[in-house]
């Protein structure tokens, strides 16, 4: 398979799982803003997914759009902003002590992102965002190891596992504040 087949499968691939989201989100939501929001959350976690898994990079341009819509949401629920502080704080301390004692364990990008998430989704439903990367991440780096498709020292990119942790906490979870 050359390279150009394999990126558009690829593509079509993320349209797919984009489009199957997107109606999980329809039966949960119907067409109101919270539909539209999360809509728009979906779509910016599969791109920063898919940057970050070709890349091991995310682009500011790609945090931007995330962290104005965080923004919204806190201008549009006041009473949930000491909730996304204490939930912003909660992933960024750990993500950014752990970068400074291992510098190249984790990227700018991914503290970041981390505590935009936290923003997002506040404190405690970031605990089950952070729970469930941690968790999806070690089964695929054991399954790298097992398969022996990576070794000890091969690099995974972080962001596809909190974006996937994102979208569980998303659509599953009933206490998630938007």
Same mark, same amino acid.
């Given at each position: 398979?050359?390279?150009?087949? *394999?990126?558009?499968?690829?593509?079509?691939?993320?349209?797919?799982? %984009? @489009?199957?989201? =997107?109606?999980?989100? =329809?039966?949960?939501?119907?067409?109101?803003? #919270?539909? +539209?929001? #999360?809509?728009?959350?979906?779509?910016?976690?599969? @791109?920063?997914?898919? /940057?970050?898994?070709?890349?091991?990079?995310?682009?500011? @341009?790609?945090?931007?759009?995330?962290?104005?819509?965080?923004? &919204?949401?806190?201008?549009?629920? !006041?009473?949930?902003?000491?909730?996304?502080?204490?939930?912003?704080?909660?992933?960024?301390?750990?993500?950014?002590?752990?970068?400074? $004692? *291992? !510098? *190249? #364990?984790?990227?700018? %990008?991914?503290?970041?992102? $981390?505590?935009?998430?936290?923003?997002?989704? %506040? +404190?405690?439903?970031?605990?089950? /965002?952070?729970?469930?990367? $941690?968790?999806? %991440?070690?089964? @695929?780096? /054991?399954?790298?190891?097992?398969?022996?498709?990576?070794?000890?020292?091969?690099? &995974?990119?972080?962001?596809?596992?909190?974006?996937?942790?994102?979208?569980? /906490? =998303?659509?599953?979870?009933?206490?998630?504040?938007?």
């Amino acid at each position: 398979m050359n390279m150009s087949t *394999h990126k558009t499968e690829m593509f079509r691939n993320l349209g797919l799982i %984009g @489009v199957l989201l =997107l109606l999980l989100l =329809l039966g949960r939501f119907e067409l109101t803003w #919270q539909f +539209f929001m #999360q809509a728009a959350l979906v779509l910016a976690f599969l @791109v920063i997914s898919y /940057v970050d898994w070709q890349t091991q990079k995310i682009p500011n @341009v790609l945090l931007l759009p995330l962290g104005a819509l965080t923004l &919204l949401l806190v201008l549009l629920q !006041p009473g949930t902003a000491w909730m996304r502080l204490a939930g912003a704080l909660f992933a960024f301390v750990p993500f950014a002590l752990t970068s400074i $004692v *291992h !510098p *190249h #364990q984790l990227g700018g %990008g991914d503290i970041k992102l $981390v505590t935009l998430l936290g923003l997002l989704f %506040g +404190f405690p439903n970031i605990v089950w /965002v952070l729970l469930i990367a $941690v968790l999806g %991440g070690g089964a @695929v780096a /054991v399954t790298m190891l097992l398969t022996k498709r990576g070794t000890a020292k091969t690099e &995974l990119p972080y962001a596809p596992f909190l974006c996937f942790g994102s979208l569980i /906490v =998303l659509l599953v979870l009933p206490f998630y504040p938007i």
